[in-house]
């Protein structure tokens, strides 16, 4: 069973590219080179092209072409929804359409995802955009879901304000200080690399929301966790679900060369089970 927020759940808008962009694609490009701090030099050999030339790019004297814009991005990484910005900039029609995820021409894409994040079960999978708003999630996530109040449950969902809000997931992460500095710095890697206003905005107020303060005799009656230290190979997440405390690792997979600024924002994210404990008890629930 999977959870996809209404047709009108709202989007996030387009992010803010970097510069000044009333003043041309040269500043926006500058900007974004000097962000990823590669030197018109070295960017000028991953082009294939020279210094001078970028360096004339950058101050207006020379207008790149719909090519040398494009190769531009791809060498500094720009996201696919800032080169539609970069090409505006420089007076081309953008290149990469942004088609609503409820188009009947993204029916494939949602049925794909569907049936990946359901071939994870009982593991909790889900999917988000650049926003973290959830457009769908798995049997396994509703699971860890139950008790959550219905407010922060009315779509769009939105996995940072679930996970981190004081009356969401927050009381039940038994290494909430650590998980939370995790996400908090995650985000802040998105806001570096996209620019975008909206999602400061939620990094902002996630951040801001009290953490609860630890019990002070700290475990559950029942524990998923083997005797003995565990060697985790990641941070995982330990949150406490009917009395155990469940050991995950988080993996984020998004998808490669992406034609559609949509698709390029969404990210499916899966807890595979950290320790043997963990995965005997999942498995125990599966009918």
Known sequence: MTTVPPK??????????????????????????????????????????????????????????????LRLAEHLDVPVRERNALLLAAGYAPRYPETPLDDPAMDALRAGMERLIQGYEPYPALVVDAMYHVHAANRGILMLLDGVPEHLLTPPLNAMRLTLHPEGLAPRIRNLREWRGH?????????????????????????????????????????????????????????????????????????????????????????????PATVKYLQSMVP
């Not at 018109?40 to 092209?49: F, G, T, Y």
């Not at 939620?202 to 003995?228: D, F, I, K, Q, R």
């Open 8 to 69: 009108n759940a709202a989007q996030p808008g387009p992010a803010p590219a970097p510069g000044p962009a009333d003043q041309g694609v040269g500043p926006l490009l500058r900007a974004w080179r000097e962000q990823r701090r590669v030197s018109q030099l070295e960017l000028a050999l991953r082009a294939d092209s020279s210094a001078r030339h970028i360096s004339f790019i950058e101050t207006g004297r020379s207008r790149p072409s719909e090519e040398m814009v």
């Open 183 to 275: 996400l908090l710095d995650q985000m802040d890697r998105q806001i570096a690399l996209r620019r975008s206003e909206p999602l400061k905005k939620l990094y902002e107020e996630v951040a801001a929301y009290p953490v609860p303060e630890e019990s002070p005799g700290a475990e559950p009656t029942e524990t998923a966790e083997p005797a003995g230290p565990v060697p985790y190979f990641a941070l995982p997440m330990r949150i406490e679900h009917e009395g155990r405390v469940l050991s995950f690792i988080s993996s984020i997979s998004t998808f490669n060369t992406p034609m559609d600024v949509t698709v390029a924002e969404l990210a499916v994210e899966t807890f595979l089970p950290a320790d």
